[in-house]
T-cell receptor
Framework: KQEVTQIPAALSVPEGENLVLNCSFT??????LQWFRQDPGKGLTSLLL?????REQTSGRLNASLDKSSGRSTLYIAASQPGDSATYLC????????FGQGTELSVKP | NAGVMQNPRHLVRRRGQEARLRCSPMKGHSHVYWYRQLPEEGLKFMVYLQKENIIDESGMPKERFSAEFPKEGPSILRIQQVVRGDSAAYFC????????????FGPGTRLTVT
């Protein structure tokens, strides 16, 4: 049974800092891994999708890596801004999407 | 192109009542997925539907919960005889046919059972 874990559960950083969010999964038989952003009271916004054959994806200040063999992914956020404050969710797809519990990020001005 | 729409955004029900949650997929999308986010827990898959068909309901509780996606109109998630433990945020996502990894999420319906 696939389990997805995200560490840390919460993170508070000053503006401008680079940061890394971690995601681990127990079953390496996945099609892809996706990072989402969830703002309070809002739905989910897809940030990056990494296919199982890929090692990383980049979008602006965001970079996500995938190491399928070790069951790990990281989301790197460069030069963080207060607008980055949100909950970040990692999800892996075997058949269906399995989500981690998220990392709540707060970027202080 | 409007995104995935869910209504109501907030729903309050007393124990024993029925809750109906609606999801209108993005234009051109024929696949709908429902997820539930319980307090302090991650999102969990409930059910995957295509028009007039349930494809995967492995995440649905065995009793009181049902879902449909009729040929016309929105997808409906129905919870009968609600209990306090049903209080959660229910999210709907839609995808185009043949691209289940392209799921677009709605804003969610927050159900509170009093």
């Amino acid at each position: 049974k696939q389990e997805v874990t995200q560490i840390p559960a919460a993170l508070s950083v000053p503006e401008g800092e680079n940061l890394v969010l971690n995601c681990s999964f127990t079953d390496s038989a996945i099609y892809n891994l996706q990072w989402f952003r969830q703002d309070p009271g809002k739905g989910l916004t897809s940030l990056l999708l990494i296919q199982s054959s890929q090692r990383e994806q980049t979008s602006g200040r965001l970079n996500a890596s995938l190491d399928k063999s070790s069951g790990r992914s990281t989301l790197y956020i460069a030069a963080s801004q207060p607008g980055d404050s949100a909950t970040y969710l990692c999800a892996v797809r075997g058949g269906k999407l399995i989500f981690g519990q998220g990392t709540e990020l707060s970027v202080k001005p | 192109n409007a995104g995935v729409m869910q209504n109501p955004r907030h729903l309050v029900r007393r124990r024993g009542q029925e809750a109906r949650l609606r999801c209108s997929p993005m234009k051109g999308h024929s696949h709908v997925y429902w997820y539930r986010q319980l307090p302090e827990e991650g999102l969990k898959f409930m059910v995957y539907l295509q028009k007039e068909n349930i494809i995967d309901e492995s995440g649905m509780p065995k009793e009181r919960f049902s879902a449909e996606f009729p040929k016309e109109g929105p997808s409906i998630l129905r919870i009968q005889q609600v209990v306090r433990g049903d209080s959660a945020a229910y999210f709907c996502a839609s995808s185009p046919a043949g691209a289940p990894y392209e799921q677009y999420f709605g804003p969610g319906t927050r159900l509170t059972v009093t």
